[in-house]
């Protein structure tokens, strides 16, 4: 969970790079470290993303989905694969595949939030593309929940089990903040320009499945986005 952030700014060669290198390098680092130890630990739950999968658009996607080929696909690719070295020394290995967090404290709300505090909230692009969302308390809780379920290994989706549209989800944060929604949507071409490539993950539709981590006994504490909203919201006040 050290890599850099993968949206924090545009990806030049370089910062791909970075993105690339502070997340392999230092698995690697680690994984050389942990070999060497007598007494090794027993499991390493390791933080992946879902922008591995194919952008499927509105089709639900599980763990056995197809992998991407654009380059988030491929830089998650490769984190997994290096995580999975883990293995050969006899650790029990997770793979969380994290959909977009919600927390109070920074990341997707803090972005999206900013110009909606003001009564600016607009939805990107069509509006139309899928958001598999999840509270930072359930994400939290999972990362304990598999350290110590011994039966969990592979990968899981760390994603709530009821997405929403790009759409859906800037009405609510502008309803759980008390502001208007009425602007309309930022269109693409106006996103592309601004971001580059990196605007492939803002625009990407995602319909991501949750069952396997609820078929694993995990529970969630916050299924639908109008509570989880109101968590985070009230929590601030």
Known sequence: MAGAGVADK????ERKKELIESRIKSTQLLFDAVKLLENKP???ISASAIGIYKNKEYDLVNEESEVGNDFLADLTNKWEMAVNQFETIGIRVVKLRIGIVLSEKGGYLKKVAAPAKYGFAAALGNGKMITSWIHIADLVNMFIYASKNEN???VFN???????TNLEITKQ?????????????IPAFLLKLAFGEMAAVILMSQNISSSKIEKAGFKFEFEELKEALENIY????
Request: charged content about 20%; overall charge positive; aromatic content about 8%.
């Open 173 to 185: 944060i502008a309803h759980a903040l008390n502001r208007p929604y009425f602007l309309p949507n």
């Open 152 to 154: 969990m290994k592979g």
């Open 158 to 164: 760390a994603v709530a089990p009821h997405p929403v």
């Open 10 to 13: 545009k990806w030049t060669v």
């Open 234 to 237: 009230n929590t601030k006040k």
């Open 42 to 44: 027993k499991a390493i």
